[in-house]
């Protein structure tokens, strides 16, 4: 699924004087002039015939919908008559509902989830050529998390690419009904982006993409096994080290990490497995190789660290195994423990650097997915069937994007007046684009023509 690269050229830093007033008008003209938001969109198909509502105005509604985190369909139905809803949206109000939330279901039932992922991707790689994502992080790396994700679970609503398990309910066991994905985010200490998902297939698409043999739903590591390539085929060199919970940690994954030229740093738990259970055997009671004090994070870490480990038969290469144990400066907590096997590329980092990216691999479950739940109501079911849940995951996705980099980008000091909790800074954006409603005389500008 390789990416046709824009003719266009790349557009220049933006004067945040010139994006108009109000946070909400700042963002979409910030997202028109150096994404051609409006275009992106317009890349979004679906097999409807003869719509009366345009596929690009559903995925801007969608959009929208992300953007000021209105929380259900229930919720909308009634402001896509608002004269605010629809100035934000572009237009010159008119009496009477835009549409109904039944043909936007319609419509994101039948959407091409590849031509809603496209406008997100795009977004990215315009990003990337705009050197929005400074030159690598640690060691002058790029660092991605990849991790699994369900956005919701059901026991009634349903479909057949419903992964399905068995849990108790009071006295009964009954079937429970979920989605999962395999979720990959850029990581940093600013902007985070999510870059790509896959889905874990549920025994019927498996089926359907021509498997043999199906005997059940599929694993994460399985649905990872696929998106690891795509990531390569996608963004090319821009991505350096995948950081990784316990799941990855082993020969064939870290192989099919090597193959695609990534370097792995991932969470060993299990001290009885190989690789740690060598580390720790070498390591027995010696004291800590290198101290550090961490003084931004008012931390001491105490490091161990042993290379060229040979203890797997399913990966070829050498592995590092580093442990952390730190110690808030602050408070008389018990230390906690870490330890990392790494990889390829990532063997050229420091202990330090290791045990400071292999934390941040839980960025995408504060940050991201702890957003998504309990602020974006991603976790909400819109709607269920068809390719609907991809493709509206695709477009908050899209919205999620492009706040962080509005953030980062535009609003400079914001983020920082704001305190260190991207959450937390992110939930107050969103108040003041809802404040922002009420006062849009004028619709908001969404393409640059
Ligand atoms: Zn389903």
Not at 204 to 222: A, F, I, M, P, Y
Request: charged share 25%; with cysteine.
């Amino acid at each position: 699924m390789a990416e046709a690269e824009s003719a266009e050229p790349d557009a220049v830093q933006v004067d945040p004087g010139a994006l108009g007033h109000g946070k909400l008008r700042k963002l979409i003209a910030y997202a028109t002039k150096v994404f051609h938001l409006q275009s992106m969109l317009a890349l979004v198909t679906d097999t409807r015939h003869k719509p009366r509502i345009q596929t690009a105005l559903v995925a801007q509604i969608r959009l929208v919908v992300g953007l000021l985190r209105i929380r259900s369909f229930n919720a909308l139905e009634p402001q896509l008559a608002e004269p605010w809803m629809q100035r934000a949206l572009g237009l010159h109000p008119k009496s009477g509902k835009l549409c109904s939330v039944d043909a936007l279901s319609y419509s994101l039932q039948r959407m091409d989830e590849a031509t809603t992922r496209q406008a997100c991707v795009r977004v990215v790689k315009k990003a990337e050529r705009n050197k929005v994502f400074r030159e690598g992080w640690f060691g002058a790396m790029r660092f991605v998390a990849l991790d699994g994700w369900e956005p919701h679970c059901s026991y009634e609503r349903h479909c057949p690419a419903c992964l399905t398990r068995q849990v108790r309910v009071g006295d009964k066991i009954v079937t429970q009904y979920y989605h999962r994905y395999v979720v990959a985010l850029l990581l940093d200490d600013k902007v985070e982006v999510v870059l790509d998902m896959e889905p874990v297939r549920s025994a019927d698409t498996r089926c359907e993409h021509g498997e043999h043999d199906v005997k059940g739903h599929e694993g994460e590591l399985t649905a990872a096994k696929r998106l690891v390539p795509r990531l390569r085929e996608t963004y090319g060199n821009l991505l350096d080290v995948l950081t990784l919970d316990a799941l990855y940690c082993n020969g064939p994954f870290f192989t099919l990490a090597e193959k695609y030229r990534f370097g792995v740093i991932a969470v060993a738990k299990k001290a009885d497995n190989e690789p740690l259970k060598e580390a720790l055997s070498l390591w027995g009671n010696q004291p800590p190789h290198n101290v550090v004090d961490d003084e931004e994070k008012r931390e001491r870490l105490k490091l161990w660290d042993v290379r060229e480990l040979q203890t797997l038969s399913s990966y070829k290469g050498s592995i590092r195994v580093v442990r952390a144990l730190a110690h808030n400066k602050d408070h008389a907590t018990a230390a906690t423990n870490w330890c990392f096997a790494v990889t390829g590329k990532a063997t050229k980092l420091s202990a330090f650097q290791v045990a400071s990216a292999g934390r941040a691999r839980w960025h995408i479950e504060n940050t991201a997915f702890y957003q998504f739940a309990h602020s974006w109501h991603f976790t909400h079911v819109f709607t269920h069937g068809g390719n609907a849940l991809a493709s509206l995951l695709w477009i908050f996705f899209l919205a999620f994007n492009l706040l962080q980099m509005f953030i980062y980008r535009q609003l400079g000091g914001y983020g920082r007046d704001r305190g260190k909790d991207p959450t937390r800074t992110i939930v107050r954006l969103v108040d003041e684009f809802n404040a922002d409603l009420a006062r849009l005389i004028e619709p908001l500008t969404w393409n640059t023509s």
